[in-house]
């Protein structure tokens, strides 16, 4: 029977076990050598298990006929005290893959003087990291679009609110706080619950993601700026992606988990259902700030650390968040809602943490849109999953409506400036022809 032949695997190897390990990285050009290196005991080989996005990278397995289902999916049976993963690295840089279309560059030159003036208003990290982190994508769309007394009078504005957060010449300053080794808010330095949880860990690569990319974005075309403000940026890096196990200040990787490919939000929260991540989009972007951040300083170890974490991430997010028909990871009915929202250590949740509205479950995945997006978001995905959500953005509020048509744009880069008018929005797009779904 399958219950006694897998007896006979555990039996096997019952008398070797992990102790501890290892996780090491090397890149090589644009492929990452991932290493699980596991510290062993006893006689006989290790017998480990992998979840489905290990099997998909890892190189030339040594397999044995035993699964366990976890929420994860279907685990496989491994054998032996190393694992190597080859994880392909992004070359995308500063501009998405895909040039713009001439006969777009005037409406997208109109859009950059009308958005480049608007108001900076919020004193939290994440919701002025967010403001701030804008402006320096309209940065990169206007050099993109050849405007570039516009681009420098937009990066002028991202230097101006950077400054005030790396001097702590803002309402809200940061602080170093040393039980824990990491950067907080004042705000929430006496209430956990302000600034997001901000002093309680939560959410931090979320917010300092943002500054993290507006500050290379920045240094891109203005290295002195970015070599005098580089320590600033260099503690929010250290915060959120510290690789140092001697940093004597700072916590190891303070949200990845190496094992599970993704990350965890919740800091220092307690929670029921175990740790958490809600917007793997925002979880990317940090790391793409990171990578950037690498590339402007010409640091080839910093650039390969964002895109490592962001290999990482991404492949994650594809297998564990994003639902397209062909997912096996979650049964029926929770697969027909195309995404998992929360992914928690013991469930996944449809809803957000501030609501279940369709065009919010789908949007948290798609926030912010940058180059990276391309990436991240498949085709496949959204092309499956647009039956969900493409009548709620009809009456969904304008922000989380322009994340879903962004989303569509990926599939159908025609999508008109009349599509922005609730009242032209078609009832569903027509069908896609089958090689833009993969």
């Given at each position: 029977?399958?219950?006694?032949?897998?007896?006979?695997?555990?039996?096997?190897?019952?008398?070797?076990?992990?102790?501890g390990?290892?996780?090491?990285?090397?890149?090589?050009?644009?492929?990452?050598?991932?290493?699980?290196?596991?510290?062993?005991?006893?006689?006989?080989?290790?017998?480990?298990?992998?979840?489905?996005?290990?099997?998909?990278?890892?190189?030339?397995?040594?397999?044995?006929?035993?699964?366990?289902?976890?929420?994860?999916?279907?685990?496989?049976?491994?054998?032996?005290?190393?694992?190597e993963?080859?994880?392909?690295?992004?070359t995308?840089?500063?501009?998405?893959?895909?040039?713009?279309?001439?006969?777009?560059?005037?409406?997208?030159?109109?859009?950059?003087?009308?958005?480049?003036?608007?108001?900076?208003?919020?004193?939290?990290?994440?919701?002025?990291?967010?403001?701030?982190?804008?402006?320096?994508?309209?940065?990169?769309?206007?050099?993109?679009?050849?405007?570039?007394?516009?681009?420098?009078?937009?990066?002028?504005?991202?230097?101006?609110?950077?400054?005030?957060?790396f001097?702590?010449?803002?309402?809200?300053?940061?602080?170093?706080?040393?039980?824990?080794?990491?950067?907080?808010?004042?705000?929430?330095?006496?209430?956990?619950?302000?600034?997001?949880?901000?002093?309680?860990?939560?959410?931090?690569?979320?917010?300092?993601?943002?500054?993290?990319?507006?500050?290379?974005?920045?240094?891109?075309?203005?290295?002195a700026?970015?070599?005098?403000?580089?320590?600033?940026?260099?503690?929010?890096v250290?915060?959120?992606?510290?690789?140092?196990?001697?940093?004597?200040?700072?916590?190891?990787f303070?949200?990845?988990?190496?094992?599970?490919?993704?990350?965890?939000?919740?800091?220092?929260f307690?929670?029921?259902?175990?740790?958490?991540?809600?917007?793997?989009?925002?979880?990317?972007?940090?790391?793409?700030?990171?990578?950037?951040?690498?590339?402007?300083?010409?640091?080839?170890?910093?650039?390969?650390?964002?895109?490592?974490?962001?290999?990482?991430?991404?492949?994650?997010?594809?297998?564990?968040?994003?639902?397209?028909?062909?997912?096996?990871?979650?049964?029926?009915?929770?697969?027909?809602?195309?995404?998992?929202?929360?992914?928690?250590?013991?469930?996944?949740?449809?809803?957000?943490?501030?609501?279940?509205?369709?065009?919010?479950?789908?949007?948290?995945?798609?926030?912010?849109?940058?180059?990276?997006?391309?990436?991240l978001?498949?085709?496949?995905?959204?092309?499956?999953?647009?039956?969900?959500?493409?009548?709620?953005?009809?009456?969904?509020?304008?922000?989380?409506?322009?994340?879903?048509?962004?989303?569509?744009?990926?599939?159908?880069?025609?999508?008109?400036?009349?599509?922005?008018?609730?009242?032209?929005?078609?009832?569903?797009?027509?069908?896609?022809?089958?090689?833009?779904?993969?």
């Amino acid at each position: 029977t399958a219950a006694t032949a897998a007896a006979a695997v555990l039996d096997a190897h019952a008398t070797r076990v992990a102790v501890g390990g290892d996780v090491n990285a090397v890149a090589n050009a644009n492929v990452a050598s991932l290493a699980f290196e596991f510290r062993t005991e006893g006689s006989g080989e290790l017998l480990t298990m992998a979840l489905p996005h290990h099997m998909e990278t890892i190189h030339k397995p040594q397999t044995a006929s035993l699964s366990y289902n976890t929420m994860k999916g279907d685990m496989t049976a491994i054998i032996g005290d190393t694992w190597e993963m080859r994880e392909p690295l992004t070359t995308i840089e500063w501009n998405a893959p895909r040039d713009v279309a001439p006969e777009k560059i005037e409406d997208i030159r109109d859009a950059v003087k009308m958005d480049m003036i608007k108001g900076l208003w919020a004193a939290d990290p994440y919701g002025s990291g967010k403001e701030i982190a804008s402006l320096a994508q309209l940065a990169l769309i206007a050099d993109h679009v050849n405007m570039p007394s516009h681009a420098e009078q937009i990066r002028a504005r991202v230097k101006g609110e950077l400054e005030k957060w790396f001097q702590g010449h803002n309402s809200n300053p940061l602080r170093f706080e040393p039980t824990y080794g990491g950067i907080v808010s004042t705000n929430s330095w006496s209430n956990k619950h302000a600034d997001f949880g901000n002093a309680w860990y939560n959410d931090h690569y979320f917010h300092y993601g943002y500054f993290i990319f507006s500050a290379a974005v920045v240094g891109r075309k203005d290295l002195a700026w970015l070599q005098k403000w580089k320590e600033p940026v260099l503690h929010l890096v250290r915060d959120i992606a510290n690789p140092s196990a001697t940093d004597s200040q700072y916590t190891q990787f303070r949200h990845k988990d190496w094992f599970c490919g993704h990350s965890w939000a919740s800091g220092l929260f307690q929670f029921f259902s175990g740790r958490n991540q809600e917007s793997t989009s925002e979880a990317v972007n940090a790391w793409y700030g990171i990578y950037l951040f690498g590339l402007a300083l010409q640091d080839d170890r910093m650039r390969d650390l964002g895109r490592v974490l962001l290999a990482t991430e991404i492949r994650s997010s594809w297998r564990y968040w994003q639902i397209d028909d062909a997912n096996d990871i979650y049964p029926s009915p929770f697969h027909e809602n195309k995404v998992a929202t929360i992914v928690w250590s013991t469930k996944a949740d449809r809803s957000t943490w501030f609501g279940s509205n369709v065009e919010y479950t789908f949007g948290i995945q798609m926030l912010p849109f940058t180059p990276m997006s391309e990436e991240l978001l498949r085709p496949v995905w959204i092309k499956d999953s647009m039956h969900v959500w493409w009548e709620a953005a009809q009456s969904a509020a304008e922000q989380w409506r322009a994340f879903l048509l962004m989303s569509y744009a990926l599939i159908e880069p025609e999508v008109r400036a009349r599509d922005r008018d609730r009242s032209c929005m078609p009832v569903m797009p027509p069908p896609l022809p089958t090689h833009q779904s993969t």
